[in-house]
């Protein structure tokens, strides 16, 4: 932790500790992947057996409450103390083939959030297709001319440090690139590359039968995040309501539920809007989540409900990240 967030940490503390008197807590964790990678730059991987151990920990220590009883008890205007609400984000295999099987050995309830537009093609998440081009040490061209937006970018990829550093560069400049744009300058990297389109089996989306699967296990809610996986900033408000909207039907569809629940990709405060939120209380979505650390209280906005982001943490570590925002 750098000094700058620990005095942010600091000042937060007494604040944190006198809404915790007031008003009970609860706290929900974002996680995307459990499995094992060789390259992780985004940090989204959870080992299987940390996860393990970290669920199995809450399960002793604090009150694994399902989205549904979350959504509940916000309307009660109570929470139960001590409750945690675990999600996941994006919709990746490892979500069913993994993280599942440890969630019902455990009788732990979560909540996953599935962008619909690659299930069932052979596509990897953009932000993959950067690292399995700039870092997975493939033999590359030596520089990188790239079109955005009707500027030509060079990247010099002579050595592993300019490829690490193109790949930073790059990231920021698709994510807020609309879909259409994002999609050719992915394939004109892939194509530069020579990578084919075909992603890696280890950064797959779940399949729509493995959603089905997934949506009638018990310890299992299945949310909306979009078709696109656009920070929804970036889209009108007529492109927001049809990437929302299309996420939304598809799973109603393949799944027969009800879609209640929502959460923003990428989710901090930049990358969804006004529009978002007022487009989610039109499709009546009953919680909506967010990504920027806080807790839930009962005067929570319940269309942007924060979440705590969890990294690949050993126990002692998980232990000290969820106990502090418990303190009363």
């Not at 940490?9 to 944190?16: D, M, N, V």
């Not at 094992?36 to 991987?45: I, K, R, V, Y």
């Amino acid at each position: 932790m750098t000094l700058k967030s620990k005095i942010y940490s600091a000042t937060l503390s007494p604040i944190r500790f006198t809404c915790n008197l007031i008003n009970t807590p609860a706290i929900i964790l974002i996680y995307h992947r459990v499995t094992t990678l060789e390259n992780d730059p985004q940090l989204l991987a959870i080992n299987p057996d940390n996860f393990y151990k970290q669920i199995e920990w809450l399960k002793k220590n604090y009150n694994i409450i399902s989205i549904e009883e979350l959504s509940d008890r916000l309307k009660d205007k109570k929470l139960p103390e001590r409750s945690i609400v675990i999600t996941f984000d994006d919709g990746y295999a490892d979500n069913y083939l993994e993280a599942l099987p440890i969630l019902e050995t455990l009788e732990a309830p979560a909540t996953f959030f599935v962008t619909t537009g690659i299930i069932d093609t052979d596509k990897e998440f953009w932000w993959d297709d950067l690292e399995r081009v700039f870092l997975s040490r493939i033999d590359l061209p030596p520089s990188l001319s790239l079109n955005v937006s009707g500027n030509i970018c060079r990247f010099d990829v002579s050595n592993q440090k300019n490829k690490l550093n193109t790949y930073n560069e790059l990231h920021p400049i698709l994510k807020f690139q609309n879909p259409s744009n994002r999609d050719l300058l992915v394939k004109s990297i892939l194509d530069w590359s020579g990578l084919n389109y075909k992603g890696r089996k280890t950064h797959r989306t779940m399949t729509q039968k493995e959603v089905i699967k997934l949506s009638k296990s018990e310890y299992a809610t299945i949310g909306a995040h979009t078709k696109s996986h656009s920070p929804l900033s970036i889209l009108s408000k007529e492109e927001q309501r049809k990437d929302i909207i299309s996420s939304k039907e598809q799973l109603e569809n393949w799944t027969n539920n009800q879609i209640k629940y929502f959460s923003y990709p990428f989710g901090c405060k930049n990358d969804y809007n006004k529009n978002s939120i007022d487009i989610c209380k039109e499709l009546n979505f009953d919680l909506v989540c967010s990504n920027y650390y806080g807790q839930v209280h009962s005067y929570s906005n319940i269309y942007e409900l924060p979440r705590c982001l969890i990294r690949d943490w050993d126990l002692n570590l998980f232990k000290s990240q969820i106990n502090k925002y418990f303190r009363y």
